[in-house]
């Protein structure tokens, strides 16, 4: 059974630091990519950032270039998101999914999907 669980989520001044984990069980883990979405209530969910399995390539939407980084972990099955100089529209659920296609945008295009991790940045 594959399981994808977030973590390190919570509330954060606009300008912190947080770091949310996604430990994966139950799956290839270097066979997919990595992807973290986010969605915010009334919104729908978009992707933020995706990783591929060798860590050679990264991806990020505009709105958290420069500001947030990717990373993984093969040997411990996890999937880092650092989330720097965060802002109040940084409020979301976030989601980390997998990918044996590689890093896609679309998140129909992933196949397992964690239950999601909330990041609330006030301001």
């Known amino acids: 059974q594959v399981q994808l669980v977030e973590s390190g989520g919570g509330l954060v001044q606009a300008g912190g630091s947080l770091r949310l984990s996604c430990a994966a069980s139950g799956l290839a883990f270097t066979n997919y990519a990595m992807g973290w979405f986010r969605q915010a209530p009334g919104k729908v969910r978009e992707f933020v950032a995706g990783?591929?399995?060798?860590?050679?390539?990264?991806n990020y939407a505009d709105s958290v270039k420069g500001r947030f980084t990717v990373s993984r972990d093969n040997v411990k099955k996890t999937v880092y998101l650092q989330m720097n100089s965060v802002k109040p529209e940084d409020t979301a659920v976030y989601y980390c999914?997998?990918?044996?296609?590689?890093?896609?945008?679309?998140?129909?295009?992933?196949?397992?999907w964690g239950q999601g991790t909330q990041v609330t940045v006030s301001s």
């Open positions: 990783i591929s399995w060798s860590s050679s390539k990264t």
């Open positions: 999914a997998a990918a044996n296609t590689g890093i896609r945008t679309g998140p129909l295009r992933y196949d397992y």
